[in-house]
């Protein structure tokens, strides 16, 4: 049976509208997630991996911000330090 039209348009029940959107829209996802390897059983496990990814480079960067502040306050006391001892502020010395 095909759906009555009127000036071009086809109408239908929204009952019937909105399954067929449902079913379009659930295939397209599945298809989505196919198309970038997420399907089947191991799509948790993956997804769950890809989010320790994240984790890991949030990791590395902050160790490389953390070394480079460490390295940066090494650099700064060593050169306080050196004008320390230039100016003779510990005393000592001829």
């Keep these: 049976m095909n ?3 009127s000036e071009g348009f086809v109408r239908m ?3 019937e509208f909105e399954a067929i959107l449902t079913r379009a829209a659930e295939g397209g ?3 989505a997630l196919a198309d ?3 399907d089947g ?6 997804i769950r991996d890809l989010r320790s990814v994240d984790c890991i480079r949030l990791v590395r ?3 490389m911000q953390t070394a480079v502040r460490m390295i940066t306050t090494g650099v ?3 050169l306080l330090a050196g004008i ?3 100016l003779k502020i510990f005393g000592g010395g001829p």
């Design 41 to 46: 059983d191991e799509a948790a496990l993956d």
């Design 84 to 86: 320390a001892i230039k």
């Design 76 to 78: 700064m006391l060593a």
């Design 29 to 31: 996802a599945k298809r």
């Design 36 to 38: 970038v390897g997420l």
């Design 61 to 63: 960067r902050t160790a």
């Design 3 to 5: 759906p009555p039209r």
């Design 13 to 15: 029940p929204d009952a």
